[in-house]
């Protein structure tokens, strides 16, 4: 038996190295042939602070296009009147000020840095929270954090990375540093509102602490903002940003996928908003009936926001990620296929790997590692190389099929793109970004690479409101597991 074990962990060994000479081919690609239209979120972003600076509204048109032109040459080349928005609130902005305050190009490495030392600061914090190997939670959260956020310059893994800390705090009892957590992980409201809303009712002494951080967030807005603009936020900028997204293919929302099954926009707006209403409810509900039931305080916060970000009315792949915490401790606590079967497909944004056929390297690797894991149970598999095999064909087909797809689609989107009339400095940046998404055409893989992300968000949705719901008769508690040595 164990020269059995020893000659599978000896072809486990010989995969990987061959994966790991390949990822360095890929890295070395990336630098010869850097990515062109990759990061323009943070150029938004970036301009937006910088408006900031010049008194302006970072969420008009002007002068936002202008500098998005200037910092985003490649973007502008192929679309020149499109500006891409910021719909992040004032106060969100404000944090941005400081590396608006520098030269772009050393604001972008450093944002690179930022979003590097948070993907570790998430691994640390799942091997903490769940028990996992360090290892492993890096192969279970490394891609899904860093593949789309990289390649979308997304703010994501900042406010996961405070999330996951806050769980640890408030295990801790921690309370202090908690709300402190929790106020600066609301730079992206939508992701964690429902975790500060669960934490605020479960834990009286998080309450004062909580609605302190909110005034301090309005106060910035307003300061940030002025009064009328920060009030505009909440009643014109953000039903105007999420009109302008129905129709990105970027979307994982409920709202999209409702209206590519022919549903009205506003209608699919409408149901997507009360689904997440729905959902954050059931989540706050669901993470206090297992804090009761295990006397574990992360639950207040990773059921949550995991919850907000299934479905919804505007979700895009990097905010998924919010999930792969809770589904790390739940396969930690409960390994069985469903569970493990969420994990996987969450620790692999297939949607990423077809956008940019060299992450089907790294994604290769993280499924090989997985499955040598002994937890798993597939290392036999794993071995013969049956699995990873199969696995990266299909994502170099499907990238060819997608490129193929999109290659004649793109002319005929710039040609369209190029005659947009400008809206003019006062109007709202969702204008040109509203008629870009609507050239979007639909692909055939749009609908496995939708379904592939709602699925193992809705089998984490089922597994942790069953947990939480049961009682102690159906089945043993999830008790915290002890913390593992095992790489």
Not at 17 to 28: E, S, W
Not at 72 to 82: D, G, R, S
Not at 288 to 294: E, F, G, V, W
């Amino acid at each position: 038996m164990k020269a059995e074990v020893l000659q599978l962990d000896r072809r486990i060994g010989i995969l990987l190295a061959v994966l790991c000479g390949l990822a360095i081919g890929v890295f070395t690609y990336t630098l010869i042939h850097p990515l062109q239209l990759a990061g323009y979120d943070f150029e938004a972003f970036w301009c937006g602070a910088k408006a900031l600076l010049q008194h302006a509204s970072p969420y008009a048109n002007e002068p936002l296009h202008t500098c998005e032109a200037t910092t985003l040459p490649a973007f502008f080349v192929h679309y020149p009147q499109v500006t891409v928005p910021v719909p992040l609130p004032g106060y969100a902005i404000a944090l941005f000020m400081p590396l608006a305050l520098v030269p772009f190009a050393i604001a972008r490495v450093v944002w690179l840095v930022l979003q590097i030392v948070c993907a570790l600061v998430i691994v640390r914090g799942i091997a903490k929270l769940s028990g996992m190997p360090p290892l492993t939670a890096l192969a279970a959260s490394a891609l899904a954090v860093l593949g789309p956020a990289v390649l979308e310059g997304a703010l994501s893994p900042i406010p996961i990375a405070l999330t996951v800390c806050a769980a640890l705090a408030l295990r801790r009892r921690q309370w202090n540093a908690a709300a402190v957590l929790l106020g600066f992980a609301m730079i992206e409201p939508h992701m964690v509102l429902p975790a500060c809303v669960a934490v605020f009712l479960a834990i009286p002494q998080m309450r004062l602490r909580l609605l302190a951080a909110g005034a301090g967030a309005a106060a910035v807005m307003l300061a940030a903002l002025g009064p009328h603009v920060a009030l505009s936020y909440f009643t014109a900028v953000l039903p105007l940003h999420a009109a302008s997204e129905v129709n990105n293919l970027g979307q994982l929302s409920l709202t999209a996928l409702l209206y590519h099954l022919g549903a009205a926009p506003a209608l699919a707006l409408r149901l997507g908003s009360l689904q997440y209403v729905l959902l954050a409810l059931l989540g706050v509900f669901a993470a206090r009936a297992l804090y009761l039931k295990d006397d574990d305080r992360s639950w207040l916060v990773l059921l949550p926001a995991a919850f907000a970000v299934t479905g919804g009315a505007f979700i895009h792949l990097d905010e998924v990620a919010m999930a792969v915490p809770l589904a790390c401790v739940i396969v930690m606590r409960r390994p069985n296929a469903l569970s493990i079967l969420a994990l996987f497909m969450l620790a692999l944004p297939v949607a990423s790997v077809l956008d940019w056929l060299p992450l089907c390297v790294p994604a290769a690797m993280l499924c090989v590692w997985l499955m040598a894991r002994p937890e798993f149970h597939l290392r036999a598999l794993t071995a013969n190389g049956l699995l990873p095999a199969a696995a990266v064909l299909l994502i170099m087909g499907g990238a060819f099929a997608l490129h193929s797809l999109a290659a004649a689609h793109a002319q005929q989107t710039v040609t369209h793109v190029v005659r947009f009339a400008n809206p003019g400095g006062a109007a709202s940046a969702s204008v040109t970004w509203f008629a870009y998404n609507a050239l979007a055409t639909m692909t055939p893989l749009w609908w496995p690479r939708e379904m592939w992300t709602l699925l193992p968000l809705a089998i984490l949705v089922g597994l942790s409101v069953r947990e939480s719901f049961a009682g102690e008769a159906a089945g043993a508690r999830w008790a915290r597991p002890a913390q593992r040595a095992i790489l």
